[in-house]
C-alpha cells in the first residue's frame, strides 16, 4: 500500500525553465509534508516543507503547492539550474501521537537540468 | 556543526555473515531513525529511537535484524544473518524531538553476495 506516490520517475528540463515535481497522498491523517533532494552516494538533503494547514511555501527558487481536496502537492523549481539535476523525495508525516516523526517516502523523482 | 556520521560507507559480505552499521547523530538531536531505502525507491522507516529508547520499530524484522542505542547517542544496526535480498542502502537519519525536519547522514551500502 504506497501512501505516498511520485508516479513520474523522471523528469528533464532545460535550464532557466521551470521544474515542477509532483506527489500524490491517499492518507488523510497526515499534518506535514517534505521534500527532499538526493545527490549520487548521498543521504537525502531536507529542501522544503508544508504543513497541511497552509497551501503554498516559498523558499527562494522552491515553491510548494498542497492541495488537500486532491491530496496532491507539487514543487516548482524556477529557474531550473544545472545544479538541481537529484531525486528529489516527497515525504509525509502522520499526524497521530503514537507515531509522531515518522515520514512514509515516494519513490523518488530523478531530475535533469539540461545547460 | 558536523552531520549524522555512518560507517561503513559500503559494505560487500556473503549471504549468513553477520554484518553491523553505525550511526553517530547531530549532537543535541534525541530522536534518531533508521532507514532502509532499495534501488529505485524510497527510504522505509525500520526503527525509532527517542533517546535510548525503540518507540517505534514496528517494521524491523526482528528475526534477524537488531538494534541498539546505548546512552541514548550513537546507535548500531545489525543483521544476522544476512539474506540476498538485504542488499540495500541503510540510512540514519537525526532530528530534535518531534522536530519536522530530519537529517540523514551518507548511508552505508550493503550488496549480498
Known amino acids: 500500500d504506497q501512501q505516498v506516490k511520485q508516479n513520474s520517475p523522471s523528469l528533464s528540463v532545460q535550464e532557466g525553465r521551470i521544474s515542477i515535481l509532483n506527489c500524490d497522498y491517499t492518507?488523510?491523517?497526515?499534518?506535514?509534508f517534505l521534500w527532499y533532494k538526493k545527490y549520487p552516494a548521498e543521504g537525502p538533503t531536507f529542501l522544503i516543507s508544508i504543513s497541511s494547514i497552509k497551501d503554498k511555501n516559498e523558499d527562494g527558487r522552491f515553491t510548494v503547492f498542497l492541495n488537500k481536496s486532491a491530496k496532491h502537492l507539487s514543487l516548482h523549481i524556477v529557474p531550473s539550474q544545472p545544479g538541481d539535476s537529484a531525486v528529489y523525495f516527497c515525504a509525509a508525516r502522520i499526524s497521530s501521537s503514537s507515531n509522531t516523526g515518522k515520514l512514509i517516502f515516494g519513490q523518488g523523482t530523478t531530475l535533469q537540468v539540461k545547460p | 556543526e558536523a552531520g549524522v556520521v555512518q560507517s561503513p560507507r559500503y559494505k560487500i559480505i556473503e549471504k549468513k555473515q553477520p554484518v553491523a552499521f553505525w550511526c553517530n547523530p547531530i549532537?543535541?538531536?534525541?530522536?534518531l531513525y533508521w532507514y532502509l531505502q532499495n534501488l529505485g525507491q524510497g527510504p522505509e522507516l525500520l526503527i525509532r529511537y527517542e533517546n535510548e529508547e525503540a518507540v517505534d520499530d514496528s517494521q524491523l524484522p526482528k528475526d534477524r535484524f537488531s538494534a541498539e542505542r546505548l546512552k541514548g547517542v550513537d546507535s548500531t544496526l545489525k543483521i544476522q544473518p544476512a539474506e540476498l535480498g538485504d542488499s540495500a542502502v541503510y540510512l540514519c537519519?537525526?532530528?530534535?524531538?518531534?522536530?519536522?525536519?530530519?537529517?540523514f547522514g551518507p548511508g552505508t551500502r550493503l550488496t549480498v553476495l
Open positions: 492518507n488523510s491523517m497526515f499534518d506535514y
Open positions: 537519519a537525526s532530528s530534535l524531538t518531534r522536530a519536522n525536519e530530519q537529517f
Open positions: 549532537s543535541g538531536h534525541n530522536t
